[in-house]
């Protein structure tokens, strides 16, 4: 049987800063969909963790986890405020770059529709712009070079205060920034399922794309669903630059007609695969090892 780690939520890095997940699962080689299924009717175990730690739901800005873009043209890269106010112009934005194995560095701030840039950077490379309507901010940067490659960070400050009352600055979930030619969407996405005892399981496979980074979620009607759900770190499939990547869904068995989606969002493609309508597979040989 080929290994499986389970780690806690904080020593793994995910693609969203704010909705938690209770353990990430790391398949080290290229795996069957027998294989997926068996390991989620053996080792699933349902982790409930509090939405907020302090009593109340921080506002986290919304971040794409990737942007791909060819060596001179324009990476656009948007931020999500996540806030109950009407009004966001006179919020500040800060926006952070950092390389792999850095520290991350602010990389300008934008206030009042100024752009102030820092000192290491070029001025006219960086253009920042508010849409209030949709409550964004959209980070530009001109004429992309090697060298920009990076994970970019919008952050502003917190109206609440931590339990110390001091007011902390909170930052997305990161958009990482590749400048290269090549982009592959998944070749290959479904859905299985297997009923155990008085729970279903759903695994969500998305095979054979790149870069590596993606978003994966669960949903019922709309509305996304974070518990009960096990998400798995990407692996490489081939030999390849081709990642893939499997999330586990488990509902309780009076859910079976119910429908939920699994989707995902790399680079521009996003998709969404229902559970309705899916095959128990390999059942017989699924029964023979339970």
Known sequence: M???IFTPIDQQPRLTSHRGVPHRIR???DVSLQWLLTTAVLFYF???F????YGFAQEIPMQSPISITKFQKSARMTCEIQTSKENVDGIVIHWYKQKEGEAPERLLFFSQG????????QVNRYMVERISVQKQCVLTIKDVIPDDAATYYCAYWDPHCDRNAKIIK???SGTKLIVSGKCSPPANSEILQKKHENQIIYVCLIEKFYPEVIRVTWTDDEKEVTDNVVKGDTWQSTKEDEYSIASW????AENKDKKYYCKYEHEEEKASLPTQGIFYMLKMQFDVLL
Do not use: I
């Not at 509090?50 to 730690?53: A, D, I």
């Not at 100024?114 to 950077?121: G, I, L, R």
């Not at 869904?249 to 309780?252: E, H, I, Q």
């Open 114 to 121: 100024k752009v102030t840039t820092e000192s290491a950077f």
């Open 170 to 172: 909170v930052f997305g």
């Open 46 to 48: 349902p982790v409930f």
């Open 249 to 252: 869904l488990t509902v309780p």
């Open 2 to 4: 080929k290994q499986l």
């Open 27 to 29: 398949l080290n080689q």
């Open 50 to 53: 509090p939405r907020s730690v």
